[in-house]
T-cell receptor, first 117, second 113 residues
């Protein structure tokens, strides 16, 4: 059983819909991430949160809006997406982002398969 | 800039064969971490190993082994006596200076009975 759970596992939405992806980690970690995996492209980091504060936003279009209400939960709100946004969205967590500290293992969830029609 | 190259796009083997997945990385930092992840068809990225740049000892875990060579900037992964359950996409990744994984493009391994 994974320590990072994502819902829904599969989502089909129209370009005018508003939907949200949910992620929950049960590992006691302080940092959470959203990654995007498209066909034929390397995995891309989208957002990083540390102790509920956003610390990285990798030039992601505003139609993707993250929310981190506490260190265990992370959401990705989706609004007016395009067909090219269809991808696997992976949530992940790690111990922390302490200053000067890096290299902690990042654990991933099973992902949410998103199809935009 | 940091970069990870997995030149093998897809490898097909028959069960019980040994197989090596190549990973070459680029970074100017002296402190960094290397990772391997396995992605089965379900989509989850399963963590396999983490290695820091100061530890060049090879590691073995069951049928899995890793060969880290700083001289060639390589971190290769070998599966001994492969099994059908090993079929997946395998990713090599690098972290330097910030908690941001830089992934290779992955190698798809297909193990047939």
């Amino acid at each position: 059983e994974t320590g990072v759970t994502q819902t829904p596992r599969h989502l089909v939405m129209g370009m005018t819909n508003k939907k949200s992806l949910k992620c929950e980690q049960h590992l006691g970690h302080n940092a959470m991430y959203w990654y995007k995996q498209s066909a034929k492209k390397p995995l891309e980091l989208m957002f990083v949160y540390s102790l509920e504060e956003r610390v990285e936003n990798n030039s992601v279009p505003s139609r993707f809006s993250p929310e981190c209400p506490n260190s265990s939960h992370l959401f990705l709100h989706l609004h007016t997406l395009q067909p090219e946004d269809s991808a696997l969205y992976l949530c992940a967590s790690s111990q922390d982002l302490s200053p000067g500290g890096f290299g902690n293992t990042i654990y991933f969830g099973e992902g949410s398969w998103l199809t935009v029609v | 800039a940091q970069k990870v190259t997995q030149a093998q796009t897809e490898i097909s083997v028959v069960e019980k064969e040994d197989v090596t997945l190549d990973c070459v990385y680029e970074t100017r930092d002296t402190t960094y971490y290397l990772f391997w992840y396995k992605q089965p068809p379900s989509g989850e990225l399963v963590f396999l190993i983490r290695r820091n740049s100061f530890d060049e000892q090879n590691e073995i875990s069951g049928r899995y082994s890793w060969n880290f060579q700083k001289s060639t900037s390589s971190f290769n992964f070998t599966i001994t006596a492969s099994q059908v359950v090993d079929s997946a996409v395998y990713f090599c990744a690098l972290i330097t200076g910030f908690q941001k994984l830089v992934f290779g493009t992955g190698t798809r391994l297909l193990v047939s009975p």
